[in-house]
Each structure stands twice: as structure tokens, then as C-alpha cells.
């Protein structure tokens, strides 16, 4: 390994610094970047911003002014935000839910001599009982089979609402039933939010609101949860395992191959064929000492949680990995991939590597990987890029010396097994949530924050993920994370076990006792549906419903359409959230009265949009003291 400096924080400005550094290569190389493109797309456009332009027919576009109230058609400005919001969701709950359907179908073509197998059986077992499904005396790939066939249907099923809904408290779902937001099938959910938002339809902002609930519920309680629960048989439900975090787990003596994306089915069969002692001696060969996988993005929380793959960087730090100009390849499956990365790794001896029909890029070398040839197109991979380490330009390596411990893969099975640990084996308690709520009851915990998301050039990168969940945790609010700010933490050392030195004396001892950090790694952006199984086990344990827990959800520096339907099923299970960017709505009294106001009377949660560091703690302390334990 290179020498890197194994510091248990990182602070903020010490990033910073590094990307700097990373500029002045990029200036040297004549490297276009994001820092440039922001100031070329400033200031953006005030129309847009406040969701107040419809470019949906062709007699616009049409904006709202206050000489022009209404569009060409007549829909008014309540109704353009609300339609481009369900739009904006949709396109979330369908990409979340796309990524699914492909987990169904990796799932579907596993077999016992194929690349992708069964790895968790008994998950399986308890999926294909939980949806009445024979397993007695059945081959366990016959089981995998029909289980994942049930759930392609769950996308197209004629009736019916979407079987995981009752994993849910019973309260939970009636208060769905009654609101009219339980998600029928996953693909008609997106569809009928297309068509209510065409020309001619929707314009009411009740209705349009009550569909985007409805359709990132098809997402939370839907795709996503059918694409971690069927990850979790395939590659294994993850447990806690140590990796490091940060630009310094490159490393300039191996060859480096950066997963980035979301769809573990790539990214595992890179994992496996660069572990592969065939590819390790290939390496060997061309002067490297061995094969380094780092991970980007929601793919870098696949890997790492299963295979404590380290995690180089987040969301704006993917042009950062390029630009230390020791990437062989960087091999991207789907979403959050900048289309820059193609002309910037042609700045270097980067391969950009695209291997799917939905994320086909300029400037990339194309190899397809489906579930039938996974194996041997990941193999050409590895091959690829170890192939290319001798032609890296010497000149402008520049590996930034930063590196942190993380612990990550905190599963909710995860979660059970290490709170058991410290039940001294009372029988009823083993596999509940109650040592966590006892912590709570007796105030040691004041609740839990799930912090998840991406970065957004809007906020100062990565300062609200990190300087918020210092202030939680000082506070004794455990965090939860996934997505990109799961990395902001791992980067800045908060899932590292010494993180409990940061936390209030409650959370400190809890840390100590259950042997955990304070900053509990959940997994990639699909992951955040198990968030929701979390906050179900434990409202049912308690009793309760779901508002009544001590639980907020934040999105500090989100960006994509992902984030939003995430947020509308997040508030739908009855969570108040967060968000630090507006998402397009200001121009919508009516919309945003709806999702910041009154959506409260009808899933007991809604919205709020805050990006001031010290508002957003006191708001959610407030939060929490709003809810009063002692009567539970
Ligand atoms: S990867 S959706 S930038 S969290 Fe899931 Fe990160 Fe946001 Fe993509």
C-alpha cells in the first residue's frame, strides 16, 4: 500500500483542501469539472426553480408571471407545480423500482452452476412464506424462482395492493387505505402519475399530491424493498464489517477499478473476478502488486456492506477518483453517474466502462452485462483495466493522503443480533426492538435521525451531512444512514467505532455496550425501505404507530428524482422529513401548504425545507420533544 495517513476524523476543510489539489490537475490536463459547470449553469433559471414552467403540450412552454396567472390551457401555477412534482416523483419511484425488476430478474435466472446463487436461503424461506408460497421439501432455486416471478408480477398485477404494505403496523395500513395512497401495482402507479399529469388531466393540488405519496409508496414499499430484499438472498443479508473511507484508498501500486452506480449484479462479479487469483497474477505481470476494488456512490454501499470493499468517495466526489489519475477503469452500472466522466477519463488513461442498456454514455467503452453473462463480461472487465495499468501518465498522479476506519452493513437482522447481545438472553425480548426502546423510554436515547441522500452543488458538499450528525450525535440522536450520506460520514470517520468519543454521554454508553458506532450504516439509496421495516418493527414492539417514535427523516444535500419519491413514502409511513433543497414547489402555495402543512392530517407527517445547520438540529430537538414518551 502507499502511505496514507490513517486519521480516525477527517474534518471538512481537509477535504476540501484535497479537491483543490484535484482542480489544479484538472486545469493541467484541461479537464472540464463540475465546480466550472456550476458557474456556467449560474444563476439558473427563476421559473424552473419555483416550478412554475410546464413545457407538458406544445403550445408552451407557459410560465407563471403576475401578468400571466394561468398557461395557455388554463391550468394555474398550484397546478403546474403540482403536476411537474408527481412527475418529478415518478421518475424516482420508476428508477428505484426499474433497479428492482432487475434484482427480480437476476433473482429468477439464478441457479446452482450459474454466476449469481442463493447466498441467503433462510431470507428467502421467510420471503416465500410471508407471500404464501410452498417451500416444504422444494429445491431452494424452484423457491427462488417463483418467489422472484411473484415479484416481477408485483409491477403489472391487474389487482391488488403491493404485498409488502403489511409488513406495516395494522394502524399504518389502514391509515393508507383511508387516505387512498396504498400503491396498486408498481408500474401503474408510474403510469397513471404520467397520466394525470398529461395535458387535459390533473390539475387539483389535492389529487396531484395524494398520487405522489402514492407512487413513492409503490417505490418504498415496492421496488425498492423487492431490490434489497432479493440483493440481500442473492449476495447475502449484510452484517458489520470493517473498511476504510475515503480519496486515500487508492492506491497507486495496484490496479484500481471504481464501481460506481446502484445495481449490485455488476459490481459483485467484479468483486469476484478481481479476487480471482487468475487476475491477481495478470496483475502481477503488468508490475502492479494486486487489484484494488473501490466503490462510488450507492454501488461503493453495496460492496463495501457486503465485502468491506472501501469507499472512495460520494456523489460529487466521482470526478475527484478520475482526477488522482490512477483510476484504470471505472465501471458504472446505473444512475448518478455523471456523463462527464466519459471526456474527463479521456483527460487520462481511464476506461469508463458502461454496462447497461439503461445508462449508455459518450466517450465510454460499452461492454453489456445482463444476468445470463454476467461472469464472463465481468471478467473482460477486470481484464480491461488491468491491461491499462502500464499506460498511466506518470505527471499527474495525485492521490489525496486522507483514509478513515468505517464500520458498515448494519441490516435490520444486523441491527436485532447486536441489541440481543445485550438483552442477557431474556427469551422475549431476543429479535426485537425492545432494548432500543427501553433506551429510549428511560430518555439514555432522545431518538433516531435517518440522514440519507446525495450531495447537491446547492449546498457546500458534504458540511450538512456531517456537521448535522456531529450535532445528533453530541445530542444522543443515533443516526442511520445510506446513499451518499452514508459515505459523507464514512469519510469524515463518524461510522468509525471512536465516533462514540464525539456522542452525548447516553448514545456514548449505548455505543460502548452494544458495540456499535453512533453512525449506523443501512446500505444504498434502495436500502432506505429497510428504514422502513426498521421503523415498523419498532412501532409494533412499542405498540405504537409510526409518527409516535422519536424518528425524523433528513435529506440535507439530495438531488435527484430518486430522493423526492423517497421522501413521499418516507412521509407516507408516517415520518416527518427533512429536506435541504426545495423541490421545485415554491411557486405552489396550494402544493407546498399541502406537503410542508396538512398532508400531517393525513399520514401523521410531512415536510419541511430547511438548509440552516443550526435550525435544522434545534427543529428536529423540537421534534422529539414534541413527542412525549412518558405516556407510552
Ligand atoms: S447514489 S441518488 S447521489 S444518494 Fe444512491 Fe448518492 Fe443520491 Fe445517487
Request: glycine share 8%.
Amino acid at each position: 500500500m502507499s502511505e496514507v495517513n490513517n486519521e480516525i476524523f477527517i474534518k471538512i476543510e481537509d477535504m476540501e483542501a484535497a479537491t483543490l489539489s484535484l482542480l489544479e490537475t484538472a486545469e493541467k490536463v484541461g479537464a472540464d469539472t463540475y465546480q466550472q459547470r456550476v458557474k456556467n449553469q449560474t444563476p439558473h433559471c427563476k421559473f424552473g426553480s419555483e416550478g412554475v414552467c410546464c413545457r407538458i403540450c406544445t403550445m408552451g412552454p407557459c410560465r407563471i408571471t403576475p401578468k400571466a396567472p394561468r398557461g395557455i390551457c388554463g391550468c394555474d401555477a398550484d397546478g403546474m407545480v403540482g403536476r411537474n412534482y408527481l412527475r418529478f416523483t415518478a421518475g424516482g419511484a420508476a428508477t428505484h423500482s426499474d433497479h428492482g425488476r432487475n434484482i427480480c430478474h437476476v433473482l429468477y435466472a439464478s441457479s446452482e452452476d450459474g454466476d449469481y446463487h442463493v447466498t441467503d436461503p433462510e431470507k428467502l424461506k421467510r420471503i416465500a412464506k410471508e407471500w404464501d408460497i410452498e417451500t416444504e421439501g422444494r429445491d431452494i432455486y424452484d423457491i427462488a424462482h417463483e418467489v422472484a416471478l411473484t415479484g416481477l408480477e408485483e409491477y403489472g398485477k391487474p389487482f391488488g395492493v403491493q404485498r409488502f404494505l403489511k409488513r406495516a403496523p395494522e394502524v399504518r395500513q389502514q391509515i393508507w387505505k383511508e387516505a387512498q395512497i396504498e400503491p396498486r401495482a408498481i408500474d401503474r402507479e408510474v403510469s397513471q402519475s404520467m397520466h394525470m399529469t398529461h395535458m387535459g388531466c390533473s390539475s387539483e393540488p389535492e389529487a396531484l399530491v395524494r398520487q405522489s405519496l402514492r407512487a413513492g409508496m409503490s417505490d418504498g414499499w415496492g421496488g425498492s424493498m423487492m431490490g434489497t430484499e432479493f440483493s440481500d438472498v442473492l449476495f447475502g443479508t449484510p452484517v458489520p464489517c470493517d473498511t476504510y473511507a475515503n480519496l486515500g484508498v487508492l492506491d497507486k501500486d495496484q490496479v484500481n477499478i471504481i464501481v460506481h452506480g446502484h445495481d449490485p449484479a455488476v459490481s459483485e462479479m467484479v468483486v469476484f473476478y478481481s479476487e480471482s487469483p487468475e487476475m491477481i497474477a495478470k496483475a502481477k505481470e503488468v508490475g502492479a502488486t494486486g487489484i484494488n476494488v473501490v466503490g462510488v456512490c450507492c454501488t461503493s454501499n453495496e460492496v463495501a456492506m457486503r465485502h468491506g470493499i472501501p469507499m472512495a468517495g460520494n456523489f460529487l466526489s466521482q470526478e475527484n477518483v478520475v482526477l488522482t489519475g490512477v483510476a484504470e477503469a471505472v465501471v458504472v452500472d446505473v444512475q448518478c453517474i455523471f456523463p462527464a466522466l466519459g471526456p474527463l477519463s479521456k483527460c487520462f488513461h481511464t476506461k469508463f466502462i458502461t454496462t447497461s442498456p439503461i445508462a449508455q454514455m459518450p466517450d465510454s467503452e460499452y461492454i453489456e452485462v445482463d444476468e445470463y453473462n454476467a461472469g464472463e463480461k465481468a471478467k473482460i472487465i477486470v481484464e480491461t483495466a488491468i491491461n491499462n495499468f502500464p499506460n498511466r501518465r506518470q505527471d499527474v498522479i495525485n492521490i489525496p493522503q486522507l483514509k478513515t476506519k468505517a464500520n458498515v452493513g448494519y441490516s435490520v437482522e444486523s441491527i436485532k443480533k447486536c441489541l440481543d447481545g445485550v438483552t442477557n438472553s431474556h427469551v422475549d425480548v431476543l429479535n426485537t426492538m425492545i432494548p432500543l426502546i427501553d433506551c429510549v423510554k428511560s430518555g439514555v436515547l432522545r431518538g433516531a435521525v435517518a440522514i440519507v441522500g446525495c450531495n447537491n452543488p446547492k449546498i457546500r458538499p458534504d458540511y450538512l451531512h456531517i456537521e448535522l450528525m456531529k450535532k445528533l450525535i453530541a445530542n444522543d440522536i443515533i443516526v442511520v444512514v445510506t446513499g451518499c450520506a452514508a459515505q459523507a460520514a464514512a469519510k469524515a470517520g463518524l461510522m468509525s467505532k471512536e465516533a462514540k468519543d464525539l456522542c452525548g454521554e447516553g448514545l456514548e454508553r449505548v455505543c460502548r455496550l452494544v458495540d456499535i458506532p453512533p453512525v449506523l450504516h443501512m446500505g444504498s439509496c434502495v436500502d432506505i425501505s429497510r428504514m422502513m421495516i426498521l421503523a415498523s418493527d419498532i412501532a409494533k414492539d412499542w405498540g405504537i404507530d409510526i409518527p409516535q417514535i422519536p424518528l425524523v427523516g433528513c435529506a440535507p444535500e439530495y438531488m435527484s428524482e430518486k430522493a423526492v419519491s423517497i421522501g413521499n413514502y418516507v412521509v407516507a409511513t408516517g415520518i416527518d422529513t427533512y429536506l435541504g433543497v426545495n423541490p421545485y414547489t415554491s411557486g405552489g402555495p396550494q402544493i407546498e401548504a399541502l406537503l410542508q402543512g396538512s398532508v400531517k392530517d393525513w399520514v401523521g407527517a410531512n415536510f419541511t425545507v430547511n438548509n440552516d445547520l443550526d435550525e435544522l438540529t434545534s427543529s428536529i430537538q423540537m421534534c422529539f420533544s414534541s413527542i412525549c414518551i412518558c405516556s407510552m
